[in-house]
């Protein structure tokens, strides 16, 4: 499946971004996302996930109660909104796709798809 992120971009501290990945497969609705974002020389970090159902989710504490991640199957699109943002939330972030109730939601062996991310840059 075919997954291309947007929305990312510079925003101030405290500031809100909402991204979305958009999904190509008509199965979309049957997969398991995630949100992930990484920087230069640090590993992948998982942030949040969903399940195929969109009626389960699970967040990484950096984000819990800033972050929202949403689905709309119909659509194929995967949401994710942050609010309160931070300078150390400054990464590329990414979407990934995996089984219906992946057994690692906040890790990258979990997925089996990956877009090719956004760049969210949060200034002081």
């Known amino acids: 499946v075919e997954l291309v992120e947007s929305g990312g971009g510079l925003v101030q501290a405290g500031g809100s971004l909402k991204l979305t990945c958009t999904g190509t497969?008509?199965?979309?609705?049957?997969?398991?996302m995630g949100w992930f974002r990484q920087v230069p020389g640090k590993e992948r970090e998982g942030l949040s996930c969903i399940n195929y159902t969109g009626k389960s989710t699970v967040y990484a504490d950096s984000v819990k109660g800033r972050f929202t991640i949403s689905r709309d199957s119909t659509k194929n699109t995967l949401y994710l909104q942050m609010n309160s943002l931070k300078p150390e939330d400054t990464a590329m972030y990414y979407c990934?796709?995996?089984?219906?109730?992946?057994?690692?939601?906040?890790?990258?062996?979990?997925?089996?798809?990956w877009g090719q991310g956004t760049q969210v840059t949060v200034s002081s």
């Open positions: 497969e008509y199965s979309f609705g049957t997969y398991s």
């Open positions: 990934a796709a995996g089984p219906g109730s992946t057994l690692f939601p906040l890790r990258a062996l979990g997925y089996n798809y």
